[in-house]
């Protein structure tokens, strides 16, 4: 007993070493009972994302009746290859030549945000920066020497990352916007929320009933509760 207290101790102090040591993250603060957000989200995915990363778990069908789509909706402006609208989110990317171009395939995304967590997306999206030495040109300042290019660079614009110090020392101080692109960066930040609240629906799709249903729940508990104490107090009152 002894050793497995000490054993979670060590586990409990590498965890918090490490959270000290990793990125600090932005709250994402995503509304998923925004449908007009989930709307979004889904355009940006399905524009931005979708050429190499499929949502394997999600069915447009699914999506349309979750966010306040109708079917005709979905398939003029979301499915860009055709197909039927039960099909899943798949991507056209090839995953042997994917590997080849960017060294491994790239993920599917359908659980992404419970994986990584909805703060950790949003950050990420948000986070690249100019770096010749990687082979896209870009590097990611929560997921370093990240392996694929800044698809939305025309939306953010081109960003350097500050540092102070040298070598293994160097702080990083912030983003410096070299290029702008499209959007400000209040609206690019808008826009990133919108992909992460989207992302985050397909991560759970019943989510946001289940929290409903939960509150019904806890409210039959509770009378429950009181019911089953003035039960027992009936059967046992002549005992006492």
């Avoid at 497995?4 to 040591?21: C, V």
């Avoid at 209040?186 to 799709?205: H, K, N, S």
């Amino acid at each position: 007993m002894k050793k497995l207290i000490i054993a979670f101790l060590m586990a409990a102090a590498s965890s918090l070493a490490w959270s000290s040591e990793g990125p600090k993250l932005d709250k994402a603060n995503v509304d998923l009972t925004d449908q007009a957000s989930l709307q979004r989200g889904a355009k940006l995915f399905v524009n931005y994302c979708q050429g190499c990363h499929s949502l394997q778990f999600q069915r447009y069908q699914r999506m349309a009746d979750d966010i306040g789509l109708t079917y005709d909706e979905v398939k003029q402006n979301l499915m860009f290859a055709g197909g039927k609208i039960g099909d899943t989110m798949g991507t056209s990317l090839d995953k042997t030549a994917a590997a080849d171009w960017f060294g491994a395939p790239p993920p599917d995304l359908s659980v992404i945000t419970r994986a990584r967590g909805v703060d950790y997306i949003y950050t990420y999206l948000r986070s690249f920066y100019q770096d010749e030495k990687r082979p896209f040109g870009v590097n990611n300042m929560v997921f370093p020497d990240v392996g694929m290019p800044h698809v939305m660079a025309e939306l953010q614009g081109v960003q350097k990352a500050k540092f102070s110090g040298e070598g293994s020392h160097k702080v990083f101080e912030g983003f410096e916007l070299a290029k702008p692109g499209k959007m400000s960066a209040e609206e690019f930040d808008g826009a990133m929320r919108d992909l992460t609240a989207f992302l985050t629906y397909v991560g759970e799709p019943i989510q946001v009933k289940r929290q409903a249903l939960g509150i019904y729940v806890l409210l039959f508990l509770a009378l429950f509760t009181v019911l089953a104490y003035l039960m027992k107090k009936e059967y046992w009152k002549d005992v006492h």
